[in-house]
Each structure stands twice: as structure tokens, then as C-alpha cells.
């Protein structure tokens, strides 16, 4: 973590040093972000969820904030390690684990195994046995409803995620009884990005009524409660930014009566609110194209560097991203469609874009992309450059583009 200038301010000066695409990461952003919640959420812990960001510097810059982790696969587990993270601090979610990823958590010494199903649980219990050590784990609950308005939503519908609801009692103790296990408390995770305070309260009192009736009905004092939070960033026009204090207001009217438990550490999991607003990708213009009634600027990244700024990870709707030219900010406003590099007409970055007139050269930056970009993005789709990682870290910016794939 550093303090310093800030990227936005510098970086008109550096892009002749930039090889685009590539994603900035402004780490002062990180801490920013961090240290507000977590002055807003006292006493609970705050728990990053790897796979919004698994750039080194991102993790280091977490470790040193104090954060917990969140991993999804042992690679996850292994990358938060390789930055000093101590095992403890680290929880494993994920409903389709390899039984050698499962084997290896135990044998690290994981903080917890978030078992997604009886089957992981009896998986997990038989490596703890075999290695004679008793693991702590929680089991993560899919609940049956949650609120309107509450982001991409998970709930009431079948999925792989977690333990149904419906069928939690008998499998909760079922895992209770299981010889290698200790069963600390249960884990939730309903739903993503939402704009609304409100609903992201009344998910949480949701989830946390369903704790305590779970956890009583156990009879288990539970030492551990994780809420996924669901807190959501502006990608769109005319959509508002969550405002932190609602928010901490709401979500500490939800879980803070559980803090009656006895010794019970409460987490609030989440990735895109830390992380989005620190990252940006910088395309650049290789072309333009006018006819048919449509401007288009061709750039050097698209969907392979980020599919989700196209609209191609979950979205309902195609909807236009932030995107400012940094290196012409003050041309006149033009409405331009980007496209990338790519061989389909989908390869689209935004569509009747209202934006400073990208002239051939020019480098836009996507905002909002510090979560879910590099890593979620086809890199390897028609054998493109890499993309390249960039982080500033208050007075240089540095390529640190990771060789994926070597933990
Ligand atoms: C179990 C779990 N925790 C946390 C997250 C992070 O979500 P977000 O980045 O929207 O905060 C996810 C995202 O998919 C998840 O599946």
C-alpha cells in the first residue's frame, strides 16, 4: 500500500511508455477504499475475494491492509500465500473442488474449508482424518429468497452453489457428525453487485436470521459467520454510487446482533467495491471507420481484455462502460462506437459512445476495471499480445504483467 500522486493526474504524462492494452492499478485507491470500510464496519473483518483481482500487488497490498481471503481454487489459496498471507487468514469457497486441491488446503493448514455440499464435506473430513488433524470449516448456506433489487441474484433457483436452504438442517448435521470436522459456522454468499443500500441490508438480515436459526437448531455456538456483501459499483450512466455510510448502517442493523455469540468473528466477503475503482485498461486507437451512419474506432483490445466491460459476463443488457481519452480529453464530443481487434461483430467495447473524438493514437481508458478484468477476459482468443498488468504505486508505474498459470 502507498500514498503519493495520483494515477489519473500522471498518467497523460506516461502513455508514450505504455504498451496497450493494459490494465493500471492505482494501489493508493485500494487502501483508500479499504480503510473506509473498514472505519465504517468496526469490528468486523473484512474479507477480499481473490478472484476480483489476483494481481500480486493487489494481494500484497491487502496483506498489508490486514485483510482475510476469500480463494476459489488452490491456485487462490497458493497466490495469497506467495505474498505472505498465512494460511489462517484464508477461507476455500467453491462448489466443484478437486479432491487434490482438497487434500493440499488441509495439508497447508487453511484457516477454513467453505464445504459447499455434503460430498465436500465428507471429502474434506476424509483428508483431515487421513492426515490426523481436525479442520475447521463452514458450510455455506444457499438461501431460498432474497430481496428485490439485490444485484445479480443466486437464490430460490437451483444452482451449485452452497447447501439449499430447504435442505440445511439434516445436511448441517450431517457434517456436524463427521469425524475430521469442525463445523465453525456457515458461510453466505447470495447475489452480486447491487446498487441498493436497502436491499443489500435486507439480504444480509435475511442471511443472518437464517444463521441463528440454523446455528441454534445445531445447537453449535458459531465461531465464524461470512456474508458475501453484494456491494456493487456504478458501471452505468445514470446509476449512483453507494453511499458508505448507508451502507455500514444497514449492514451493521443486520449483523451486529449476532455479535451476541459469544467470541464470533463476522466477515464481510467481497471483491469489485475494493478493487473496480482502482483499475483502468488502456486501449488504443488503430483505426477509424466512418459509413452506414455509424463512427467506429477500432482499438488494440476488446473482449479479450475485457468481457466484461463488452457486456459478455452476465448481462442481460449491453450498456456502455466509462471510457475517457486520456490522450485527447478536451477534443470535441463525438459519438463513436469502439470496437476491438477481434474477428466477430460482437467484439464491441461500447456502442454510440459519447466521448471526447478518439483520433488514430489516441488511448481510452475503461474505468471501473480493477475488478473482474485480466483474468476474466479470453486472452488467448485469436492469439493476441498478452494484456499487460501496470501498477502505480504513487510515483511510478509498473509493468508487472504476470506469467498466469506460475503461481
Ligand atoms: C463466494 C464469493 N465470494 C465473493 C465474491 C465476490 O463478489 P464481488 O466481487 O461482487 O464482491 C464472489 C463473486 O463471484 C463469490 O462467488
Not at 30 to 48: E, K, N, T, W
Not at 89 to 102: N, V
Not at 291 to 314: E, S, V
Amino acid at each position: 500500500m502507498t500514498t503519493g500522486a495520483r494515477l489519473d493526474d500522471a498518467l497523460p504524462a506516461l502513455l508514450g511508455q505504455i504498451e496497450t492494452p493494459a490494465y493500471v492499478y492505482d494501489l493508493g485507491v485500494v487502501g483508500q477504499r479499504y480503510q473506509a470500510l473498514s472505519q465504517a464496519l468496526p469490528g468486523f473483518g473484512i474479507r477480499y475475494a481473490v478472484k476480483a483481482n489476483p494481481h500480486a500487488a493487489v494481494l500484497r497490498c491487502m496483506t498489508a491492509l490486514g485483510a482475510l481471503f476469500d480463494a476459489s481454487s488452490i491456485g487462490e489459496v497458493r497466490r495469497a500465500m506467495a505474498v505472505g498471507a498465512g494460511p489462517g487468514l484464508i477461507g476455500f469457497t467453491g462448489p466443484g473442488k478437486r479432491l487434490a486441491e482438497i487434500v493440499e488446503a488441509v495439508e497447508t493448514g487453511i484457516g477454513h474449508m467453505v464445504v459447499e455440499s455434503l460430498h465436500q464435506a465428507q471429502q474434506t473430513s476424509a483428508a483431515a482424518v487421513a492426515r490426523g488433524v481436525v479442520q475447521p470449516v463452514l458450510a455455506r448456506i444457499s438461501p431460498a429468497t432474497s430481496p428485490k433489487g439485490f444485484g445479480a441474484r443466486m437464490t430460490g433457483v437451483a444452482t451449485q452453489f452452497g447447501i439449499d436452504e430447504e435442505e440445511a438442517p439434516q445436511v448441517l448435521a450431517q457434517i456436524a457428525a463427521l469425524p475430521g470436522l469442525d463445523l465453525q459456522g456457515l458461510h453466505f454468499y447470495a447475489g452480486s453487485n447491487s446498487l441498493d443500500a436497502a436491499a443489500i441490508g435486507a439480504n444480509m438480515q435475511n442471511c443472518a436470521d437464517l444463521a441463528r436459526v440454523l446455528m441454534d437448531g445445531l445447537g453449535r455456538l458459531p465461531r465464524r459467520l461470512i456474508f458475501g456483501s453484494g456491494f456493487g459499483v456504478p458501471y452505468h450512466d445514470g446509476q449512483r454510487e453507494l453511499v458508505l455510510d448507508e451502507l455500514a448502517t444497514t449492514v451493521r442493523a443486520a449483523l451486529l446482533p449476532l455479535t451476541a455469540y459469544s467470541g464470533v468473528g463476522i466477515d464481510i466477503e467481497l471483491g469489485r467495491w475494493l478493487v473496480a475503482p482502482a483499475g483502468q485498461l488502456l486501449v488504443r486507437v488503430l483505426t477509424r471507420k466512418s459509413g452506414r451512419g455509424a463512427t467506429i474506432a477500432i482499438c488494440d483490445g476488446g473482449f479479450n481484455a475485457h468481457l466484461a466491460a463488452c457486456g459478455m459476463m452476465g448481462s442481460v443488457v449491453r450498456r456502455n462502460w466509462p471510457i475517457r481519452n486520456v490522450s485527447a480529453p478536451n477534443a470535441p464530443q463525438e459519438k463513436v462506437t469502439l470496437a476491438g481487434p477481434l474477428c466477430t461483430s460482437i467484439d464491441l467495447l461500447a456502442r454510440d459512445l459519447d466521448i471526447a473524438a478518439p483520433g488514430v493514437g489516441d488511448v481510452l481508458a475503461v474505468g471501473l476495471s480493477g475488478a473482474y478484468g485480466a483474468t476474466s477476459s479470453p486472452q488467448g482468443f485469436i492469439s493476441q499480445p498478452p494484456v499487460r498488468e501496470m501498477v502505480w504505486n504513487g510515483r511510478d508505474l509498473i509493468d508487472q504483467t504476470p506469467v498466469w498459470g506460475v503461481p
